[in-house]
Nanobody, 134 residues
């Protein structure tokens, strides 16, 4: 069964840190660009960060730039999202998604910026809840 599974969510105080993981089973992520999305209560889903298949290119939404870091470990078939300096507005369900990187546009290329998040994803995880509250 081909699936993405997120983990690492939980309750954290403002200013704290969490690391989310996105692990793939049933297929290898090597040829896929991976992104993190989030959906807060009552809001639309938004793109947070993406990373190219090689890991050489990354993109961040303005709201998380400088606080979040995306990375990938090909050996572990896993992508991470390190979240530092958490704010209450980071509270959301976080999803990872994968798209086969058949073109630069689908491979989180800097030229295309945030438009990558509007690409049709091939796989989605079920999400992990992050709650930032004191």
């Amino acid at each position: 069964q081909l699936q993405l599974v997120e983990s690492g969510g939980g309750l954290m105080q403002p200013g704290g840190s969490l690391r989310l993981s996105c692990a793939a089973s049933g297929f290898t992520l090597d040829s896929y660009a991976i992104g993190w999305f989030r959906q807060a209560p009552g809001k639309e889903r938004e793109g947070v960060s993406c990373i190219s298949s090689s890991g050489g290119n990354t993109h961040y939404a303005d709201s998380v730039k400088g606080r979040f870091t995306i990375s990938r470990d090909h050996a572990k078939n896993t992508v991470y999202l390190q979240m530092n300096s958490l704010k209450s507005e980071d509270t959301a369900v976080y999803y990872c998604a994968a798209v086969l990187a058949l073109s630069a546009r689908k491979n989180c290329a800097p030229l295309y910026g945030g438009s990558w998040y509007a690409s049709g994803m091939d796989y989605w995880g079920k999400g992990t809840l992050v709650t930032v509250s004191s």
